[in-house]
């Protein structure tokens, strides 16, 4: 992903990024709200237009990138706990991008905001293009002739709301990109295939610090506040020749708790992220008690197909460890989670870096467990094994189960499919018995198993 131009959106608050964005993506994936503020972390997604792929980056409103005294000047009233690091994030994003989306507001007008960021902007050096939203019908059309104080050419007029001008927008864009040195004549950047990771768990696990640690820079936001993400961040990045998207997500608590509409749409993306995900990474705070809600939250992961692995994060504060603390700490997790016994756990600390190295090197090796195919020559000996050493118990009736054979019908993840007598006959026990034999003799680790009775 590093190979493909990147696009920025910058402008005042609610002047529609976020709807932009989504609809120049093509999905749902910024939380659109009236509220002020909603975008904190840089968002990105992917669009491809005319033979161009590019990275598309959402950001957070003009406050997030006006120096100190030109806020203090807008917005004297401004109290925000993230101020400083949007601001940070936002400048950095600035510096790597290759073309910016300048969005105004056509119903509100140019604003003093705008001038303001106008002035910031133009000291990058950079390609602007000025985008008007809001243009949804011809009467505003008319308010158009003011921006062009800033000096930015013809503004384009578009309606994220309902999809107005941005064919247009998008051929500007694709325009402007091939006069990009990297993207001369003969050079494409493509998309890959990459594996979707997904970091879920409950507020202030340490989901928005572990990716810091992974990536080794300071691009999402951390703080002892709870619920500081509020939207699913995906970060693109290779390693060891592989794509992997990385998204942090909103943590999740208990319904009765969750106080907005705002806060039910960022949990709601959170475990619509899990279900479409390769891989889930369930994060605990080790140093507090597994609680009710970790244990919903397991569930939910089970449901989703995806392969989990366990991070036990926080690791750093348990004191006076030992060899054998791990394994206490093992048997901890598996008892509260009796369901998640074939996930891999891996303890680490966000904070001191501690393990976090191991954390992808782990992931791949899950991911590569989904995709084993197994003949059915080596499920046929597996399948003898298994009922030599346990005979398969009754579940009702008179008649003893008979299993007859053993087949892989699906990959990604693992499914089975048990030809047997009478499929009433099987006691639900067995089924588990076989799923944890086959994850140790093949090698499933981290992968959930799908067994199918067919008669």
Known sequence: MKDLPKVILIGNTNVGKSTLFNRLIEQPKALTSPTAGTTRDILTGQVYWQGINFELLDTGGVETILPTKSLKKLAPNLSSEFAADIIKKTHQALKKTDLILFIVDLQAGLLPQDKELNKSLKKLNKKIILVANKADNLR?????????????GEPFLVSAQNGLGTGDLLDQIVIGLRKIKRLRKGKKAEIKKAIKISL???????KSSLLNALLGEERFIVSPIPLTT?????TYLEYKNQNIILVDTAGIRK??????ALEKASVNRSLSNAKNSDLCLLMLDISEPI??????????????KASIIIIANKWDVIEEKEIQTQNDFKKYIYRNL???????????????HQNVHRVLDLALQVYEARQIKISENALSKFLKTALKKHKPSQAKGT???????????????????????????????????????????FNLLGAPIKL????
């Open 140 to 152: 505003l059309r008319d308010k158009v002739a003011e921006f062009y104080k800033l000096g930015l």
């Open 200 to 206: 879920i768990g409950k507020p202030n696990v340490g």
């Open 338 to 352: 009796p369901h998640l016994s074939w996930a891999p756990v891996l303890f680490v600390s966000a904070k001191t």
């Open 452 to 455: 199918r009775l067919k008669s």
């Open 291 to 304: 609680t009710v809600q970790d244990s919903k939250l397991s569930q939910i992961l089970i449901e989703s």
């Open 230 to 234: 509020r939207e699913a961040i995906d």
């Open 399 to 441: 008649q003893h189960p008979y299993l007859s054979s053993l087949r892989q019908i699906k990959t990604n993840p693992p499914e089975f499919a048990i030809h047997i007598r009478q499929t009433d006959t099987l006691n639900p026990a067995y089924l588990k018995y076989l799923a944890k034999a086959l994850r140790e003799k």
């Open 255 to 260: 319904q009765a708790k969750i106080i907005n």
